[in-house]
């Protein structure tokens, strides 16, 4: 059964720590994993990784990709609350589907 | 970057009628167009895939007539639930594909069954 799981569910940190998301997954016909961080309503989107080792980074966020031990982990420093959201993980396959996981809760408090 | 759009962005209706949502990708062509259903404090959850100018591909356990999915052009996909209960209340979210990975969703509809 293909599955997408992230850890930790929720999380609560003090502005300015680092945190560490965490996905896992087993996907048959892996194609690509990507990352949303989702606020109030639609996911938006953060990054995509096909490639294992290579890390893609975006201001204070960063993520990589280890297809061989089948996950992913997203990296925020220096939090911020504006940092405050759920991040989703999703893994996409041929034939056009997505699955994504539950979701990390991040609440960044001042 | 693309946009996907949807309207309306809230609905409310009484149990027994029919809603129509509409997901349009503004400044791209999408071939494929999905449709999310998000439940409280859950994942996004896949209900179908539509695709331009075909029937559209529904995830298990998803009632194809009770959610017709329509997607005639390459910018423009509909959702209608049909003669809808409270359990439809939620909030459904669309998203068009771009090759050949990357997905941009719409903002999203919350659905009121009454």
């Known amino acids: 059964e293909d599955k997408v799981v992230q850890s930790p569910l929720s999380l609560v940190v003090h502005e300015g720590d680092t945190v560490t998301l965490n996905c896992s997954y087993e996907v048959t016909n892996f194609r690509s994993l990507l990352w949303y961080k989702q606020e109030k309503k639609a996911p938006t989107f953060l990054f995509m990784l096909?490639?294992?080792?290579i890390e893609k980074k975006s201001g204070r966020l960063s993520s990589i990709l280890d297809k061989k031990e089948l996950f992913s982990i997203l990296n925020i420093t220096a939090t911020q609350t504006g940092d405050s959201a759920i991040y989703l993980c999703?893994?996409?396959?041929?034939?056009?589907?997505?699955?994504f996981g539950t979701g990390t809760s991040l609440t960044v408090i001042p | 970057g693309a946009v996907v759009s949807q309207h309306p962005s809230r609905v409310i209706c009484k149990s027994g009628t029919s809603v129509k949502i509409e997901c349009r990708s503004l400044d791209f062509q999408a071939t494929t167009m999905f449709w999310y259903r998000q439940f409280p404090k859950k994942s996004l959850m896949l209900m179908a895939t539509?695709?331009?100018?075909?029937?559209?591909?529904?995830e298990q356990g998803v009632e194809k007539d009770k959610f017709l999915i329509n997607h005639a052009s390459l910018t423009l996909s509909t959702l209608t639930v049909t003669s809808a209960h409270p359990e439809d209340s939620s909030f459904y979210i669309c998203?068009?594909?771009?090759?050949?990975?990357?997905?941009?969703f719409g903002p999203g509809t919350r659905l009121t069954v009454t």
């Open positions: 096909t490639s294992s080792g």
């Open positions: 539509s695709n331009e100018g075909s029937k559209a591909t529904y």
């Open positions: 998203s068009a594909r771009v090759p050949p990975y990357e997905q941009y």
């Open positions: 999703a893994v996409a396959r041929t034939g056009n589907q997505f699955y």
